[in-house]
Structures are given as C-alpha cells and as structure tokens.
C-alpha cells in the first residue's frame, strides 16, 4: 500500500489540473498561434509560466486504485500488474484468466 500522503498529493494535482485546465489551454493555444505578434505570444509563455506547476497534466501520476501503487498501472483497467493478477486469478476481471503452459 502506497503512503497516504502521496495518494493525497497526486489527488491534489489532478484538482488543479480540472481547476486550470480551460486557461491553460487558451494561454497554449495563443503562445503557439505563429499568426501572432511574438510580444503576444511571449506574454501568453509568461502567464503560463505564472500558473501553480500542478496544474499541468504531466505532473499527474497513474497510481493503482486498489493499491496507490504507481508503477506497472495498466491504464485500461487502472489497476498495478499486481492487483490485477489477483483479481484475474479470484476470478473477478470478466474474461481474464490465468495463463498456463
């Protein structure tokens, strides 16, 4: 199991990313428009550069939702490889079983 904090903390990070999300988008769109003056642009790069650093989406980490595990996180289940082949082996992933040779 993960440390509380952590999980916390990445929770917080995808908030930010949901808060700011439409500003950034727009200050991206007007600082990578080349129809602009570059002073435009180059104010949009400084506003960007003035939001919080959690709300950009690359800081968000993909953690296992049983486990908060950040590693090996399957992004279409949401779950660790662990996780999953437990799951997998109870029985409990639909269509999933344990391979044998």
């Not at 808060?19 to 602009?36: C, H, Y």
Request: proline fraction near 5%; glycine fraction near 2%.
């Amino acid at each position: 199991m993960a440390k509380t904090s952590a999980i916390e903390k990445n929770l917080h990070r995808e908030k930010m990313v949901k808060q700011f999300e439409n500003r950034r988008k727009r200050l991206k769109d007007v600082a990578n428009d080349k129809t602009l003056p570059p002073e435009e642009r180059f104010k949009a790069r400084l506003k960007l550069a003035q939001l919080p650093r959690n709300s950009s989406a690359t800081r968000v980490r993909s953690r296992c939702q049983l486990t908060g595990r950040p590693r090996a996180v399957y992004r279409k289940f949401k779950l660790s490889r662990i996780a999953l082949r437990e799951l997998a082996s109870a029985g409990l992933v639909p269509g999933m079983t344990k391979s044998s040779w």
